[in-house]
């Protein structure tokens, strides 16, 4: 008889060492090859350590709470053969959502070191083949086999099993996977394993890398005010049914592009810029709207600059033309840079409410949602009425939740009353 010192595996990339929370075994048992020996525990996953094959247990390399560090001796067996080997468990654990189930591989042992690691379990050629179990029997699996099919939405009476008495490991499901399901369901249904990876590069990554930070640096609240707007796509209609070549076709947001310059005027605080590092608050007196753009290739953020000193006509022109720009990749680099704040909307496509996230540095975002027709009660009965929520976010350490409710109290007069926009003063 021989012994075979079993070690730590890697049990997770970046992974150095692990705690021992659970032993399924003490010395001087009998194990099989697959059955379970110890849990252990790292800062990202519990994972569960099979024996590689069948043998005796000599020595624990630990008690339950001891940290082991990868590659150090996790247990001890006696097993057939002569002399003293080493070997690398495969660790089980469930797989995430976002990867494919696949083989597990044991990781290479430190250099220096001979060692005997046990072949893949796959079962051999004419096994594992044979008919589902009836309806009502319970397979017989370890519970992370359970968890692990379970994940993967597959029914385990579906899966033979090359373990004694049937039982099925974790190499039957890998071969499940493989091969598909024996008996289909007449629908030509089977569980998809595939997984396609993009790589984040170019544009993807910016905007990754801002709306981390936005939502690392920015401790944001929102608010959720609902507006009739009937009297306002009134307006539009009206405005709009008489074209003219010098004057673009209108959507709601230069109605609200102007109803924000009426709205920073009165709350300044809402248009500005914080600088962490220096803790300056740069609140300007120009109005630099950014527009939420959707692209081929992502989130851009065209500017219209000083939104104050033009006409609800030069707002729809300037908005419509950087727009365009960005969704062809024409919009020059001054364009794409300088907001003070930025509105954000999904068009017709839109929830009832969202909660945008702030474009850091700004302190403030105002979210447009969709228009439906709902009942609105007018003092004596209920009136169809076009009605649209704002969603605003805002920076709680610049801006006060009174502040911002009064911003958008100011918005929602203005947008439901939209003569009021055309007002000087």
């Not at 705690?19 to 519990?46: I, N, P, Q, S």
């Not at 007449?186 to 801002?210: C, E, N, Q």
């Not at 219209?304 to 365009?324: F, N, P, T, Y």
Request: with cysteine; aromatic share 4%; glycine share 10%.
């Amino acid at each position: 008889m021989g012994e075979l010192s079993i070690k730590l595996p890697d049990v997770g990339e970046g992974v150095a060492e692990a705690e021992l929370v659970e032993w399924h075994v003490k010395e001087g048992d009998l194990v099989r090859e697959d059955d379970v020996l110890v849990a252990v525990m790292t800062d990202k996953a519990t994972v569960e350590i099979p024996a590689p094959v069948d043998g005796r247990v000599l020595r624990l390399g630990g008690a339950i709470g001891d940290t082991l560090a990868v590659g150090a001796e996790l247990i001890r067996l006696e097993v057939e053969g002569e002399g003293t080997t080493e070997a690398y468990a495969s660790p089980i654990s469930a797989p995430p959502p976002s990867k494919p189930i696949t083989e597990t591989q044991a990781p290479a042992p430190p250099a220096g070191k001979t060692t005997t690691t046990p072949a893949a379990a796959l079962p051999p050629p004419g096994r594992g083949r044979g008919p589902p179990r009836s309806e009502g029997e319970r397979p017989l699996a370890a519970p992370s086999v359970r968890k692990r099919a379970r994940d993967a939405g597959v029914d385990l009476r579906q899966v033979p099993g090359t373990g004694p008495a049937g039982r099925i490991t974790h190499a039957d499901l890998v071969a499940y996977f493989k091969r598909g399901p024996s008996t289909g369901t007449g629908a030509g249904l089977a569980p998809d394993m595939t997984v396609r990876d993009v790589k984040v590069v170019g544009l993807r990554r910016r905007i990754a890398a801002k709306m981390a930070l936005s939502k690392r640096s920015i401790p944001h609240y929102s608010i959720v005010e609902e507006v009739d707007v009937s009297a306002l796509e009134d307006l539009r209609a009206e405005l709009n049914a008489a074209p003219r070549p010098d004057r673009p076709r209108l959507t709601i947001l230069p109605f609200l592009m102007r109803a924000m310059v009426k709205g920073v005027a009165r709350h300044p605080e809402v248009n500005a810029l914080y600088d962490d590092e220096a803790e300056v608050i740069h609140q300007h007196g120009g109005l630099h709207i950014g527009i939420a753009t959707q692209t081929d290739s992502g989130l851009m953020v065209p500017v219209v600059k000083h939104v104050e000193a033009r006409d609800i006509w030069d707002c729809a022109a300037e908005l419509a033309r950087l727009s365009e720009a960005a969704r062809n990749g024409q919009a020059a680099r001054e364009e794409l840079t300088g907001s003070t704040i930025t509105i954000t909307s999904l068009g017709p496509l839109g929830a009832i409410a969202t909660t945008p996230v702030i474009n850091h540095p700004e302190v403030a975002i105002v979210g447009v949602n969709k228009i439906a027709v709902r009942p609105v009660w007018d003092g004596s009965q209920f009136q169809p009425r076009k009605v649209m929520n704002l969603s605003c976010s805002f920076d709680h350490r610049i801006v006060d939740g009174l502040n911002a409710a009064q911003f958008i109290h100011t918005l929602k007069g203005l947008l439901e009353k939209p003569a009021m926009i055309f007002v000087e003063g």
